[in-house]
Nanobody, 116 residues
Framework: VQLQASGGGLVQAGGSLRLSCLAS????????MGWYRQAPGKERELVAT???????NYADSVKGRFTISRDNAKNTVYLQMNSLKPEDTAVYYC???????????WGQGTLVTVSS
């Protein structure tokens, strides 16, 4: 599975961005897609995930501000980020999990910078 993330950029605090991640290649049997992020000097952390059936999970730090969605027909997962804060600054990575093979694929990351 290849994952191509896009949509990062520079935004002021309080602003919004929408990240997209297109999956290609051996995309059959992908069960869960989602986003992780890694801020400078910090460990990579979960942001949000979504199953094929639309069940979502969010980190407490983004609940109420971020929304993950998925278009299975387009093999794309989105992350709508509203009310952005400087602490949301990070490289955001798209992931795709296949339960049947216990495998995870990572995208290349897209940088989100929130200025105060």
């Amino acid at each position: 599975v290849q994952l191509q993330a896009s949509g990062g950029g520079l935004v002021q605090a309080g602003g919004s961005l929408r990240l997209s991640c297109l999956a290609s290649g051996r995309i059959f049997s992908i069960n869960v897609m989602g986003w992780y992020r890694q801020a400078p000097g910090k460990e990579r952390e979960l942001v949000a995930t979504i199953t094929t059936g639309g069940r979502t999970n969010y980190a407490d730090s983004v609940k109420g501000r971020f929304t993950i969605s998925r278009d299975n027909a387009k093999n794309t997962v989105y992350l709508q980020m509203n009310s952005l804060k400087p602490e949301d600054t990070a490289v955001y990575y798209c992931v795709a999990d296949k339960i049947i093979t216990s495998s995870r694929s990572w995208g290349q990351g897209t940088l989100v910078t929130v200025s105060s």
